[in-house]
C-alpha cells in the first residue's frame, strides 16, 4: 500500500471537446472525479493524496479558462465536500497571482482541519516543482547568511527543512491520467524514487475504481531506492538462471 498518490489530473479539455462543450465544463466534471478519488481514498485508508490544480505554467492558458479553474477551485473549497470525513486540506503553492479571496479560503480551511488525522488532500494550486526548489534554496540562503546554516555542510536533510512544506511525505506513486508520460513540474524532491504510472483514461471519466486499480499496480511493483533487486534463495538459483552466476 502506498502512503502518498500524486496525481496529474490530465485530460478535462478533451474530455469536453469530445462532448462539443467548453474547456471549462471538462474542469467541473474533473472536479467531480476529484470527491470520487478522495471518497475511495478514505476507503483504502490512503493517508496522503496530492492533486495537481493548477501549474505555475498553466497561466498561459487563455484568462477565461484559468478564470472558469479558478472560480471552480473558490466554490469546490468553500462547498467543503469532505467536512464531515476525516479530511484535512492542505495547499500547496506560491500566493502570487491568486485572488485573495481563494488564498483567504484555503488558509481557512487549512486551519480548521488540521487536527484531522485519516487523509491528508494537498491541493497543488499555482504550484511549479521548480518555483518549489527555488523557494527552498531562498531558504537556505537566509538561514546560512543568518549564521543558522554552514553553507559547506548543507545536507539533503537540511535541505528537505527548508521545503515549503518539510513534512510533506516522499511521493510513492506518481499517476497521470489523459495518456501523456510526463511529469510536468510536479513535486520533483518528493517524486525522485515514485513509481510512474500513466493511464489513457480522461480525468473525468475517473472513479474511486482507478485509483485502487492503480494502487494494487504500485504494489505489483518491486522498488529497490538504488539498492541491489532481492537476490533468490540458493535452491531457485540451482534452477539455472544463467544471470545469477
Ligand atoms: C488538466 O487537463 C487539468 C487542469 C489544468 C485543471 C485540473 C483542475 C480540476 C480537475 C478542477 C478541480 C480540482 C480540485 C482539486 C477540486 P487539461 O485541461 O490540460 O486537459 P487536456 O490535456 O485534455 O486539454
Redesign the pocket.
Known amino acids: 500500500m502506498p502512503t502518498h498518490v500524486a496525481v496529474i ?7 469536453a ?1 469530445q462532448r462539443g462543450l467548453p ?1 471549462h465544463e ?2 467541473r466534471a ?2 467531480t ?2 470527491r470520487e478519488t478522495v471518497y475511495g481514498a478514505l476507503e483504502i485508508g490512503l493517508r496522503h493524496l496530492t ?5 505555475t505554467e ?1 497561466w498561459k492558458r487563455d484568462a477565461d479558462e484559468i478564470h472558469a ?1 479558478l472560480d ?2 473558490h466554490s ?2 468553500s462547498a467543503d465536500p469532505f467536512q464531515d470525513l476525516d479530511v484535512r486540506l492542505r495547499w500547496h503553492g506560491g500566493a502570487d497571482r491568486l485572488p485573495t479571496d481563494l488564498v483567504d479560503l484555503l488558509r481557512l480551511r487549512e486551519r480548521t482541519t488540521r487536527t484531522r488525522t485519516a487523509l491528508t488532500l494537498t ?1 497543488c494550486i499555482n504550484y511549479g516543482g521548480r518555483d518549489e526548489i527555488t523557494r527552498t534554496a531562498a531558504a537556505l540562503a537566509r538561514s546560512t547568511a543568518r549564521g543558522q546554516l554552514d553553507p559547506d555542510l548543507i545536507s539533503e536533510k537540511d535541505f528537505a527543512q527548508h521545503l515549503p512544506h518539510p513534512d510533506m511525505p516522499d511521493v510513492d506513486l506518481l499517476w497521470r491520467t ?1 495518456n ?1 508520460q510526463r511529469t510536468s513540474n510536479f513535486l520533483p524532491w518528493h517524486a525522485t524514487y515514485a513509481e510512474l504510472y500513466f493511464t489513457p483514461n ?2 473525468p471519466d475517473t472513479d474511486r475504481r482507478d485509483l485502487w486499480q492503480a494502487v494494487t499496480e504500485y504494489s505489483r511493483r518491486q522498488r529497490r531506492h538504488g539498492a541491489t533487486p532481492h537476490q533468490p534463495e540458493r535452491a531457485s538459483r540451482a534452477d539455472g538462471d544463467p544471470r545469477d552466476g
Do not use: F, K, P, T
Not at 489530473?9 to 474530455?15: A, F, L, S, T, V
Open positions: 489530473m490530465d485530460g478535462n479539455g478533451r474530455w471537446q474547456r471538462g474542469h474533473g472536479a472525479a476529484v492533486l495537481y490544480a493548477l501549474s498553466n479553474i471552480l477551485l469546490e473549497v491541493m489523459g501523456e480522461l480525468w
